[in-house]
Nanobody
Framework: FQLQASGGGLVQTGGSLTLSCTTS????????VGWFRQAPGKEREGVAC????????YFKNSVRGRFTVSRDAAKNSASLLMTSLKPEDTAVYYC?????????????????WGQGTLVTVSS
């Protein structure tokens, strides 16, 4: 099971980016998809997740109202729409699959991890 997060880049404060999570093998259908990030010198933290059916989601407090998660079964993908970006959102973002989407957003719930994508928010 191979995951890949993509869509990162450089954006100014207040800007938006959409990250995508895809898999080249298997299907995302049966899995919750979690989004995590790791800023330089900091531990990895959970940002958001969406349930396997796409009908439940959770967000880290600091991104609630700015980030949205979605998934597209036809495209076998999940997305993280990030708006009103702040410099503190700068990090490498990862997607991961697991059996449940719940709080707290912990990496213990996720089994497969993709390569990250770098998001840099300039001030």
């Amino acid at each position: 099971f191979q995951l890949q997060a993509s869509g990162g880049g450089l954006v100014q404060t207040g800007g938006s980016l959409t990250l995508s999570c895809t898999t080249s093998r298997g299907t995302l259908d049966y899995y919750a998809v979690g989004w995590f990030r790791q800023a330089p010198g900091k531990e990895r933290e959970g940002v958001a997740c969406i349930s396997s059916l796409g009908n439940d989601w959770y967000f880290k407090n600091s991104v609630r109202g700015r980030f949205t998660v979605s998934r597209d079964a036809a495209k076998n993908s999940a997305s993280l729409l990030m708006t009103s970006l702040k410099p503190e959102d700068t990090a490498v973002y990862y997607c991961a699959t697991g059996l449940r989407c719940r709080l707290p957003l912990g990496d213990w719930d996720y089994e497969y991890w993709g390569q990250g994508t770098l998001v840099t928010v300039s001030s």
